[in-house]
């Protein structure tokens, strides 16, 4: 039997640390961060992972969006392409994470099972692998201030599967009911356990594992009152169902009726997993068997398969009779440790020290390291007593090479000249063990037949393609003549020189399926609109290493246009990364965060397990923006508009789904209105009146009308003509169709309108990563004509387009 271990994510610039283990039938994945559908789209020829169908069971080693900020958009992919269902096991917290995700996370009839490692957890066991899972805790547990500094006493008492319903957030100043007043949280007689696995259940085909020591009786009761359960979670926002009951674009407050949970403490658990494979039958001795008269055919093959069979004669022979000694099944362990604090932990648990797998020795660790743990000598002690024999793989951003994984993406930046790639070799550290190797995407680790490190796989260090006299080569060419011609007639200057207070510059990260856009005015803040998955490495893409903390320090608001993973998976990531560099500084300035209330709720709930900086943010619900609003502002509106230098922000709602709304903004004098997705809408024309740009989405072209209004989008000239009514002076058509992966195709004659007074409109196309100032953005159409030569012929046959384009990842 072959099957292997491999890296899918390491730590790099587009994917977080993820590993595969292969068999035929089946695959094994272990952490799905961010990025890791991109990765498996991007090297679908090479990546054994690849097969939905076939993963079925994951696990993750932390409850951080490091480890699991993939999942949703993974579920949705494997639920809409017909997958069999799958079973994700992790810490504690991890039921929470995934209920809290009910707002935009929707499959009632995926079957989905959900697993909680505690003390005394079972091993996952199958044909293929048992899987044990060892809990770890840190030594000196991080405490984070306000009320989880108290919480610290029954942490570990919840993470074996009590309850708790005190808050881990302290106040929060959140807008979600009609009367402007911070959401209270719920308390019910209810535990916490039984309200997650409802609402699970209402997520999903839920199918949950019963306690370890409830007997059947009592399983088939409390499956019972789970079906019966009192619990109203509502319609849910993405339901059809509640489309039906619910119509129109009015529906925002009447959605909002899914009850908080009830609040988790951060748990600081980590989960280690031993595995072992199949054992592994000894080699069949023909000789052996034809002495003892054993006639060729099924019988034997029964016999080597490890089956005893019974002769004509009454004699019965046993496999060892004629079969070398079976091998056990090979050991491997995936083990995480993101900080200092756990190695005392590791080094010191019984399950995990090498003489604990003397009669089978461990053939390979991954190693999932955070920083300093290398160096650490207590750590290197641990890895060395494993001996020579086993194969060690170190997942770290110090020791695995800081690369380029998405190759596709990183050809379009480099055709633009935009980044500069920077890669770093595994550094010298002395005192490892002599088995070590560098994680890198597509490492190949293999059990059986025979043991080996296999990086044919693995992708060179990033260069671009251009460099054949391939059909490419030439295209690129051809490209370039063009370009060279038109660039008489534009003058673009220095992209980086500093932005003018009457100036605006316009990056859009993601034009397929929203993974954001972002905006920054005046040198003083910036802004996103929408932020989906990945849009962290795409910024990193964008402004390279150097620059691109420096970004971040700036962003002083996230809008968020709706609900649809894809536009806002990408948030806790950034976030995260901004919270970390406040922190640095002690700044304690807020970053604003204005979406529908439903999404204000999952910070809310997410922020109850991981760290990410919610304390210091300012959550506005959009419905407080709305333009046609009598109710006067409140407190946080005030402080917002004085902290981000807006002296207009205004919201409209329109028809997409529950609570998708357009935002219409004005700093400086500049006006700029954002559609998120949406059909066309008069108020949003009314709103945006005389915009000094409009952003709009133009999912598909003119010819597919029937297929809009059923998606409700738009097309390419409902776009314009919002525009164009608007009397707009600028407009960029961006969230394309999966037809046109690169670059839509445009007749020229839409490149440029004319509003009633004589106005001219131009009109622009966003690509991911473009960069241009506003002040430069009629310069924008002599470029389209080179940018069609490169691009503008990679089109997608439409049975290849995903039926459903609004789930996390599908636009990647």
């Known amino acids: 039997m072959k099957y292997q271990l491999q890296i899918v994510g390491a730590a790099t610039v587009d994917t977080r640390a993820s590993v595969a283990v292969v068999f ?54 494997l639920a809409d392409a017909g997958g069999k269902g799958m079973t994700v096991r992790g810490p504690s917290g991890l039921r929470h994470s995934i209920a809290a995700m009910r707002q935009f996370l929707y499959r009632p009839t995926h079957p989905v099972t959900v697993c909680e490692n505690t003390l005394g957890s079972m091993p996952y066991s199958d044909e293929n692998l048992t899987v044990t899972s060892v809990i770890l805790r840190p030594s000196q547990p991080a405490r984070t201030p306000g009320r989880d500094a108290q919480l610290h006493a029954v942490q570990t008492q919840q993470e074996t599967q009590s309850t708790s319903n005190v808050n881990s957030n302290g106040k929060r100043e959140i807008h979600t009911d009609t009367n402007h007043q911070p959401s209270q949280l719920s308390r019910s007689s209810n535990s916490r356990e039984e309200i997650e696995h409802s609402v699970l259940s209402k997520m999903f085909k839920l199918v949950e594992p019963a306690p370890l020591s409830e007997s059947a009786a009592t399983a088939a009761k409390r499956a019972k009152q789970d079906s019966d359960s009192p619990i109203n979670v509502g319609f849910h926002p993405l339901s059809s169902k509640n489309e039906q009951h619910h119509a129109g674009p009015q529906n925002d407050t009447r959605r909002t009726n899914l009850k908080r949970l009830n609040p988790h403490t951060k748990s600081t658990a980590i ?29 034997r093959g029964n016999l080597s398969k490890g ?8 004699r019965t022979i046993h496999p060892q009779d004629v079969c070398a000694p079976s091998k056990e099944g090979a050991i491997f362990i995936i083990l995480d440790c993101p900080s200092l604090e756990y190695i005392d932990s590791i080094v010191s648990h019984p399950e995990l020290q090498a003489n604990a797998f003397e009669s089978n020795p461990v053939q390979c660790i991954v190693h999932l390291l955070g920083p300093g743990i290398l160096q650490h000598e207590a750590y290197q002690k641990w890895m060395n007593a494993f001996g020579d024999k086993t194969q060690h793989i170190v997942s770290s951003e110090e020791h695995s090479p800081l690369e380029i994984t998405l190759t596709a993406t990183a050809q379009i930046q480099h055709d633009l000249n935009y980044l500069k790639f920077e890669n770093n070799s595994l550094p010298e550290v002395s005192g490892l063990p002599k088995l070590i190797t560098a994680a890198r995407p597509l490492t190949i680790y293999q059990f059986e037949p025979k043991r080996l490190v296999d990086q044919s796989a693995v992708a060179p260090t990033f260069k671009s393609k251009r460099t054949t006299r391939d059909k490419d080569s030439e295209t690129f060419e051809k490209y370039k003549a063009e370009a060279d011609a038109v660039r008489p007639s534009v003058s673009f200057g220095n992209a980086t020189r500093p932005v003018s207070d009457d100036d605006v510059v316009i990056v859009p990260l993601g034009t397929a399926a929203a993974i954001p856009g972002k905006y920054r005015n005046g040198g003083d803040g910036s802004m996103f609109f929408d932020a989906g998955e990945g849009t962290l490495g795409q910024l990193y893409r964008h402004y390279g290493r150097d620059k691109l903390d420096d970004e971040l320090r700036m962003v002083k608001c996230i809008f968020i246009s ?52 919610f304390e210091k943010l300012l959550l506005i619900d959009s419905k407080d923006f709305l333009w046609n609003s009598r109710s006067p502002q409140g407190e946080s509106e005030v402080k917002f508009k004085n902290f981000t230098g807006i002296t207009s922000f205004e919201t409209v709602l329109v028809k997409h789904c529950a609570a998708a709304y357009a935002l219409v903004m004005e700093k400086n004098g500049i006006k700029i209105s954002f559609s998120g997705d949406c059909r066309p809408s008069d108020e949003f024309v009314q709103v945006g009146k005389d915009s000094t740009l409009v952003i709009h989405e133009a999912t598909l072209e003119d010819d ?13 000239s409902e776009a314009i003509d919002i525009a164009t ?35 001219s409109l131009a009109v622009g196309i966003a690509f991911d990563s473009m960069r241009v100032r506003l002040s430069e953005f009629n310069q924008l159409e002599p470029l389209y004509g080179p940018l069609n030569t490169l691009w503008g012929q990679t089109a997608v046959k439409d049975e290849d387009i995903p039926v459903e384009d609004e789930k996390a990842g599908s636009a990647v």
């Open 24 to 77: 035929d039938a089946q695959r094994y994945l272990f952490n799905c961060g961010e990025g890791t559908q991109r990765f498996l789209n991007d090297r679908a020829k090479t990546c054994m992972a690849v097969s939905g169908a076939k993963t079925r069971q994951l696990f993750f080693t932390r409850n951080a969006w490091a480890c699991i900020g993939g999942l949703p958009g993974m579920i949705l992919t």
């Open 271 to 299: 989960s280690a997993y031993i595995c072992k494979g199949p054992k592994v039958n000894g080699k069949f001795d023909n000789a052996a068997a034809k002495a003892l008269g054993i006639p060729s055919g099924p019988i």
């Open 307 to 314: 089956m005893s069979i019974t002769l004509d004669d009454g």
């Open 725 to 759: 009514r608007m009397n707009a002076k600028n407009l960029l058509l961006t969230h394309f169709s999966q037809r046109y992966p690169k670059l839509p195709l445009l007749d020229a004659s839409k490149m440029s309108s004319t509003a009633e007074d004589g106005r």
């Open 562 to 613: 709706h609900l649809h993973a894809d536009h806002h998976l990408g948030v806790v990531n950034i976030l995260k990364r901004i919270h970390e560099l406040q922190t640095e500084v002690s700044n304690t300035s807020p970053v604003c965060v204005v979406g529908p209330s439903l999404y204000l709720r999952w910070l809310e709930e997410y922020a109850d397990v991981e760290e990410f900086g």
């Open 704 to 716: 597919k009308m029937t297929e809009a209004i059923l998606k409700k989008h738009c097309t390419t």
